[in-house]
Each structure stands twice: as C-alpha cells, then as structure tokens.
C-alpha cells in the first residue's frame, strides 16, 4: 500500500480519491501507516521549508448571527457571555503578538456586523502599520466587495471553512448558511489574490471516509492553500451536544492525506485536535502540519470564546518550546524574536 502510494506521489506530485481513502482507513496501530507519516513529513520539508509556522489568533468578538448546529457562539446559546474587544484592544494584542514573535495575526470572530466594514479596515491597515506583520481574517461570510476592500486595505489572507462538500451534510447543520454563496465566495477570495483558506470538521453526522476525501481534493481542485481540518468537538447547548466527537486518529490521517494531495498546503495542527489532547495535536507535525495556531486573547474574553467545550488554550512559549523539544524549526522571524529577547536579557544581566 505504501509503496503504490509513494510511487503515485513520485510521479505525480499528488494522489487521488483511491490512495486517500487508504490512508484515512489507516489503523493506529498499522505499521503502514508510521511509514506513511514520515514521508507526508518529508513532503512538508521539501515543499514547503523547514519551519513550523507559529500564528496568533485573536478572538475578538464573540457575538455571532448565525446558528450552525455545532457551534457554541451560535446566536441561540443564551448561556454564552458575549463580548466584542475594541479596536485599540485589538491592535494592542497584535502589537504585543509581533513583540513575542509570532508571524501571523489571525483576527476570528463570529459573524459580528456591529464590526462594519470600515472597523475592519481600520484594523487591518492599523496591524499592518503597526507589525508589519501578514493580516489573516476568519470573520466569516461578508459580501463580495467587503472582501474586496479588505484586501485593498492590506488583508492577505483568508480563512473561511467550507465544513462538508458533501451538500446534503452541510444543508443539515446550517440553517442560514448558503453552501453555493460559500463556494462562489472561496472562488472569489482566490482571484482577489488572498491566500485562501478552508477546511472541514472531521466526525460530522453522517460523514464517511469519502466524503473527507472530497474535502480534500475539493481543496485541491480549488487551489486553497491553507487547509484547516479539526475533530468534530460536542458542545453544550448546541442541536449536536450528543453527538460522538470526531476521531483524533482519524484527523491525523487525513493531515497525512493532505499533505501528498496538496503539499505545498500550509496544514495547521488544530486548536480542536488539542482539545482531545495535546499530544496529538502535537503528532500533527509528524502527520505532514507545518502551522500551530496560539491563543492570544485577553483572559478575561478568551474563556468565553466557546466555540466548542472544554477548549484549550495554546501558548506561544510553551509550544515554542514544544516544537524545538520535537526536533522542528520555528519559522526564521520567530526564531530572530526570541533572541533578540535573549540577548535583551543578557545585556540587563
Ligand atoms: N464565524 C466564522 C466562520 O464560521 O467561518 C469564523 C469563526 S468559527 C468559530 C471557526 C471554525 O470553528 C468554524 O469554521 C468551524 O469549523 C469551527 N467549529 C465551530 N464549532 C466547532 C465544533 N463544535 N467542533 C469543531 N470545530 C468547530
Ligand atoms: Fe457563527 Fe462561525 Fe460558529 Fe457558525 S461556526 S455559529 S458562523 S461562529
């Protein structure tokens, strides 16, 4: 199985629906699957650097209109205490972000239109000013020319979830959300020339092995560049709070996937695969990931950031730390923060 799998990626710089449902069916224990893993790991160093990626999300408002079934900012959850951060907050945390040395500000939210276009462009062109740093959004859908303007104003790259390809799925746990407008929308960041990213939930009802397969190679025919796939986590007060989680192994699979389908795709090892537990979130940078997403939300706002139960948060130094321990490298403007840090310190001493 490995070798066809690894003879198809020699000569194509891919695979197809076959190999990648042979690598989801993968079985923790299968020796198959070590070998798989450490060629999905020198597919990462060879097309896309030697370097982990560590970006900062801030969550900054957890008001939300819709009502996905899984999500626990959705706008029927009156358990949930909401809150918006401000912009001088915001802009405050991402400065912080470049001083510790992260290389990405993500800005996430829900689908919050008490932050008008112009807030966000503020923001953006605030950040940039400010950091230098690459602006990503994960806002959610807003129209066609918000989009546009946001690119205008200095956002480079994009996150929005497609959730399931599989239609019917997708209809199922999204009342309000049109699956078609999400599509024409990820198409549409393409051409405005944002790095685009989308991604799936793995363990949602009724999703087999073959519809994750669609997730990725729909990724794949889309040209998306940053692919985030996370366990399906069970939250209170949401329609799907007694839904079994998804499979922490099986997201590692598909991470493995990923890579020898899309592989110079930036693979986050997600927040959602942590909060099953950290060491397999921490396996992910064996199963082909290159990206670590750390939490830098204020405290006091981060704790009802729920999207999902018993969410973890993940710190820079630790993971930092982490990822050095583990035999990785992180990225070259991070690795110069941190001694530039060092040295500060030595000079006081
Ligand atoms: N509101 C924006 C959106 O929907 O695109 C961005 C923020 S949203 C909280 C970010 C992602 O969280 C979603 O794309 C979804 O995949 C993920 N998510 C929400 N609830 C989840 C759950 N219970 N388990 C796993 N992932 C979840
Ligand atoms: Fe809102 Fe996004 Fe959660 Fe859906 S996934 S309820 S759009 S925050």
């Known amino acids: 199985k490995v070798k ?8 194509n710089e891919t695979i197809e629906k076959e190999h990648i449902i042979q690598i989801l069916s993968l079985n923790k224990h299968d020796k198959d699957r070590e070998e798989l893993f450490k060629v999905a790991n020198l597919i ?16 900054f408002s957890n008001y939300c209109k819709k ?6 900012l959705r706008a029927k959850n009156p358990i949930i205490q909401r809150y918006r951060m401000t912009p001088d907050e915001i802009i405050e945390v991402a400065n912080q972000a470049a001083i510790l040395g992260l290389d990405t ?44 303007k946001f690119r205008k104003a200095g956002a480079v790259r994009v996150l929005l979830k497609h959730e399931t390809i599989n239609k019917k799925i997708f209809k199922n746990i999204h009342p309000e959300k049109s699956y078609d407008n999400r599509i024409e929308l990820l198409r549409y960041m393409n051409t405005l020339g944002y790095v685009t990213g989308s991604g799936n939930i793995i363990g949602l009802p009724g999703q087999t092995l073959e519809d994750i397969a669609e997730d990725i190679l729909f990724m794949r025919n889309e040209n998306l560049r940053m692919i ?29 996937a990923t890579r020898f389908c ?10 959602a695969l942590g909060t099953i537990s950290p060491d397999l979130q921490y396996q992910g940078f064996y199963a082909g ?20 139960d018993n969410k973890i948060k993940v710190e820079f130094y630790e993971t930092y730390e982490k990822i050095k321990q583990l035999g990785f490298s992180p990225s070259k403007i991070t690795q110069k923060r ?12």
């Not at 990462?44 to 969550?59: A, F, L, W």
């Open 289 to 308: 990931c290159n990206v670590i997403m750390v939490n830098i939300t204020p405290e006091v706002y981060r704790k009802n950031y729920n999207i999902y």
């Open 338 to 349: 941190m001694e530039e840090k060092k040295n500060a310190c030595n000079i006081r001493l």
């Open 67 to 72: 009502n996905c079934y899984y999500c626990g």
């Open 44 to 59: 990462r160093k060879e097309y896309t650097g030697d370097y982990i990626n560590i970006k900062g999300v801030i969550e």
């Open 262 to 271: 899309i592989p110079k795709a930036q693979i986050p090892t997600t927040t």
């Open 105 to 148: 500000i993500i800005l996430q939210s829900g689908e919050d239109d008490k932050y008008t276009d112009d807030d966000l462009i503020y923001l953006i062109r605030e950040i940039r000013k400010k950091t230098s740093l690459p602006v990503s959004l994960s806002i959610g859908e807003r129209s066609f020319s918000s989009y546009r």
């Open 228 to 256: 985030g796939m996370g366990p399906f986590i069970p939250t209170e007060n949401t329609p799907l709070k007694d839904h079994p989680r998804g499979s922490g192994e099986l997201t590692l699979n598909a991470y493995c």
């Open 4 to 11: 066809n799998i690894v003879n198809y990626f020699i000569s």
